[in-house]
C-alpha cells in the first residue's frame, strides 16, 4: 500500500469515535519505534514532519525513512507537514510527495488566513493532497502566548473559514499547548495527594465547533500528557525539567470519542527518548556505540506509541 490521505482514516475516526495519532518524526529511530507500535495493534498512523525536521534531518532522507516504513509495515501511513508556515512550504511538501500539509497562519488575522489557507488549498487539492488549517492560537514555549479567553478558538468563525477555505480539517484551541512545560504549578491546582491538576479543556468550545461542523474532523495539537515517571527518570540521571504536567490522557481520550480526529504528540517521544538514554548512560558508562543506547530508546517510543493507541486514541485494531 502507498502513502495515503487522511481523508479515509478520518471519516473512520469520526464514525467509531476515536482519533488517530499524530507523532512528530524526526530520525530513523522515531519513526521505527512508532510504527512497530502501529504493526503491533494494527493502527493506521500519521508521521508528522515539522519545519524543524526538514531542517535536521533533510526532507529526502524523512520521505524515504517513511516509504520503507510503509513498505516494510504494510500499514495505511499518511505522511503530514505539521504547522507549515507560508505556501511555499506546503507547495514543496506536496511536490515531494506528502500526502498531507497542515498551513498554520492562526498568528494572523482571519481574513489573511483564510487567504494564505485558500492559496494552499487550491495547490494541494489539484495535486491529491488534503490540507489541515488551525483557528484559535496555542499557548507553549514555542510563542509564549498565554491562556488568554481570546487564544481559544471562536465557534462563531469556524464555519465561515472552512467553507470560504476548503481545508479537510481544523485544528483548534481548547486548552492544549505546545512543548513539555504545558502547565507549571502557578497554573494548577493541586488533588489531596499534592499531584498538581491542570485546567480542564474546553469541552464546551469543543461541542460548540462539533455542533456547527457536523461530521468534520478536529485536530488537537500539544496533546502530549508529560508522563512524570519520565521527567522524574530525566531529574534523577542529571536532568533539571522544572515542574509541570501535560494534558491528561482521560480528557484527550473523551476528545477522540468526539469530533477530534487527530491528536498531535511530539514531546512525549522526546521524554521518553531523553529518559531511557540518560539512564543508559548513567548506567553504563563505558559504552559508547550509540546503537546500545539508541535501541532501548527506540524500545522506549514504541511502548509509549502503543500506549497512546490503545489507551488513548482507541485507534488500535483499525488499520
Ligand atoms: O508543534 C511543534 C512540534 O512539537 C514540532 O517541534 O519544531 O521542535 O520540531 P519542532
Ligand atoms: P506536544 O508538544 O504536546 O507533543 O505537541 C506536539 C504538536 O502539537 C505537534 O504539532
Ligand atoms: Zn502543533
Not at 197 to 212: S, T
Request: charged residues 25%.
Amino acid at each position: 500500500m502507498p502513502l495515503v490521505t487522511s481523508a479515509e482514516m478520518f471519516a473512520k475516526a469520526y464514525d467509531g469515535g476515536y482519533a488517530i495519532g499524530a507523532f512528530n518524526v524526526n530520525n530513523m529511530e522515531i519513526i521505527q519505534g512508532i510504527v512497530e507500535a502501529g504493526r503491533e495493534n494494527n493502527a493506521p498512523l500519521i508521521l508528522q514532519v515539522s519545519k524543524g525536521a526538514r531542517a535536521y534531518a533533510n526532507p529526502i532522507y524523512l520521505k524515504k525513512l517513511v516509504e520503507a516504513a510503509v513498505e516494510d509495515s504494510g500499514l495505511p501511513i499518511c505522511l503530514h507537514l505539521d504547522h507549515g508556515d507560508s505556501f511555499e512550504t506546503c507547495k514543496s511538501c506536496v511536490d515531494g510527495g506528502f500526502t498531507s500539509v497542515m498551513i498554520d497562519a492562526s498568528g494572523k488575522p482571519f481574513e489573511e488566513n483564510i487567504a494564505i489557507t485558500q492559496e494552499v488549498v487550491k495547490y494541494a487539492h489539484d495535486h491529491g493532497v488534503v490540507v489541515e488549517a488551525e483557528l484559535g492560537t496555542l499557548a507553549g514555549i514555542e510563542d509564549e502566548v498565554s491562556h488568554a479567553e481570546g487564544s481559544y478558538t471562536r465557534p462563531e468563525d469556524v464555519q465561515e473559514f472552512v467553507e470560504r477555505t476548503g481545508c479537510d480539517s481544523l485544528a483548534i484551541a481548547i486548552g492544549t499547548s505546545h512543548g513539555a512545560y504545558k502547565f507549571k504549578p502557578e497554573q494548577c491546582t493541586r488533588d489531596e495527594n499534592g499531584i498538581l491538576q491542570p485546567p480542564p479543556l474546553r469541552f464546551d468550545i469543543l461541542e460548540d465547533v462539533a455542533k456547527r461542523l457536523p461530521g468534520f474532523p478536529i485536530v488537537l495539537h500539544g496533546s502530549s500528557s508529560v508522563p512524570q515517571e519520565f521527567v522524574k527518570i530525566i531529574n534523577t540521571y542529571g536532568g533539571a525539567m522544572p515542574d509541570a504536567v501535560g494534558v491528561p490522557e482521560d480528557q484527550l481520550r473523551k476528545a477522540a470519542s468526539m469530533a477530534v480526529c487527530k491528536i498531535n504528540i511530539d514531546s512525549d517521544i522526546r521524554l521518553a527518548m531523553t529518559a531511557t538514554i540518560r539512564k543508559y548512560f548513567a548506567e553504563h558508562p563505558a559504552d559508547f556505540d550509540p546503537r546500545q543506547y539508541l535501541k532501548p530508546a527506540r524500545a522506549a517510543v514504541k511502548a509509549m506509541v502503543a500506549h497512546k493507541l490503545v489507551n488513548v486514541l482507541g485507534c488500535n485494531g483499525k488499520a
